[in-house]
Nanobody, 127 residues
């Protein structure tokens, strides 16, 4: 069973950048699709980005496309989320996830199908 630990969250101003990291342990993630979700109080966890393990294909939610970049370093067993041009509406707890299957369509990802989550890292963007 893989364990996931996120880091890199914080308080920034609108327009700033942050890079989140997700360090995996317990097993390699080189054969796993990995992703990021986010959640605000009172709302369901929503998909942000995913990266496949086969050819590193990526999928993004429309709200972050062009601003966020997901990447992975299998040698370090780590996944990253580079977030640029941050907006106040990006404020949320960001969760790393091991995903059972890669989809090119972002609307196919649902948190109910995720079995492994990290503990989350808070990102707050002030206006």
């Amino acid at each position: 069973q893989v364990q996931l630990v996120e880091s890199g969250g914080g308080l920034v101003q609108a327009g700033d950048s942050l890079r989140l990291s997700c360090a995996a342990s317990g097993r390699t993630i080189s054969d796993k699709t990995m992703g990021w979700f986010r959640q605000t109080p009172g709302k369901e966890r929503e998909f942000v980005a995913a990266i496949s393990w086969i050819n590193y294909s990526t999928s993004y939610a429309d709200a972050v496309k062009g601003r966020f970049t997901i990447s992975r370093d299998n040698a370090k067993n780590t996944v990253y989320l580079q977030m640029n041009s941050l907006k106040p509406e990006d404020t949320a707890v960001y969760y790393c996830a091991a995903i059972s299957q890669y989809y090119s369509r972002s609307d196919y990802y649902t948190p109910r199908e995720i079995s492994t989550w990290g503990q989350g890292t808070q990102v707050t963007v002030s206006s």
